[in-house]
């Protein structure tokens, strides 16, 4: 069946079709990819995109010309156009492609963010509409699954090391559509689900450990965990029995808390994450700093791992200030003897950099994307990140 959403990126840095390309395929796109002008035509014919990428030249003209190729082959796409931050070449391409009655839809500044990438891709969706029906024979049908998104200690250079995995939910329709996440999981939290979709994801994690392990495999997996999960006393004394019924041992299970979730009720938090900690179970505080992160959480709750937000990792290739209080956020956490994973690493220079003050994991897109658990079958791990890694630095050059 042919995928409802179909992007067509042009453009001649092969970076920049590598980082949009495996954003879009992650969010559920069939892409294509072309070099430049030349090869457009055949793949419009090719792939019939419902969104094209463009690159945006320096010479106005060029940019017109292009547009002109797309609208005399009759696109209906929607187009964002992607270069420098040039307000005047972005607005006279905009106005040449309305003027063509091409459907101009948004903008993409280089050096691409993937947070801003899958921002703009999503947007550009042909989302599904689901109800919370659909959400609850979902979880019902167990069309929801796990993904998992490799943790990787960064402290040596040539050879990533696998450190742990973070489970992530993911829902395909019978159609081959995605469904965001953001979507089904707010869905979820709204309507009273989201417990229910968390114990579907950790029952399917734990299943998925005991086959690593017997497969002669110890993979640590974090799982994210609700609020009201965290409020509940008997989380720790539930959690151990059902680790110990899968045959799991605890210091591979982590649990991941936001620190939205963490404070709602502080002091019960408190005391259900030290009685975590007490079973050997591992507890880090995921997105700090996406929010009114508070030091103080450092210190007060008994965490073994600290997850710095992708919103603070996103700017530190560009921004001086922005490098200075992630290193500061390093430091101090080193000095708690707090270990620190940063999350959304994208490119080779933030990753050196992170490695440079002191951060031991990362989890990016500069590694891999959150992947199926086959992905992470026998040997092929390693190789995985490694040619992960390879094909980043070979773009950065």
Known sequence: MHPKDRLLIVDEQEDS???????ASHLGYLVGEAGGGDELLGHLRSVDPTVVMLELKRQTAANIAMLRRLAANDC???????????????????EAGASLALDMFDTLVKPLSVPRVTSVLRTAMTLPSISVGDLRAAIATRAITAYYQPKVDIRAKRTPRLAGLEALARWTLP???????????????RE??????TELILDQVLAQQRRWIDAGMSIPVAVNFSRTQLADRDLPDRLADRLARAGVPPHLFTAEITEQVAIAEVSTAIKVLTRLRRQKIGVALDDFGAGYSSLVELYRLPLSELKLDRSLIVDIDQNGDARKVVQALVSLANQLRLPVCAEGVETIESLDFLRGIGCRQAQGFVFAPPLPSAAFAGDGVARMLANGLRRRRGGSR
């Not at 079709?17 to 954003?23: E, F, Q, S, W």
Request: glycine share 10%; no cysteine; proline share 2%.
């Open 17 to 23: 079709r590598r980082i949009v390309g495996d954003v």
């Open 76 to 94: 209906r796409a929607r187009i964002i156009i992607a270069g420098e931050d040039d307000g005047e070449a972005v607005s006279a391409a905009s």
């Open 175 to 189: 159609s081959g559509e995605r469904v965001s996440p953001e979507i089904f999981v707010a869905l979820a939290e």
């Open 192 to 197: 009273g689900l989201i417990d229910d979709l």
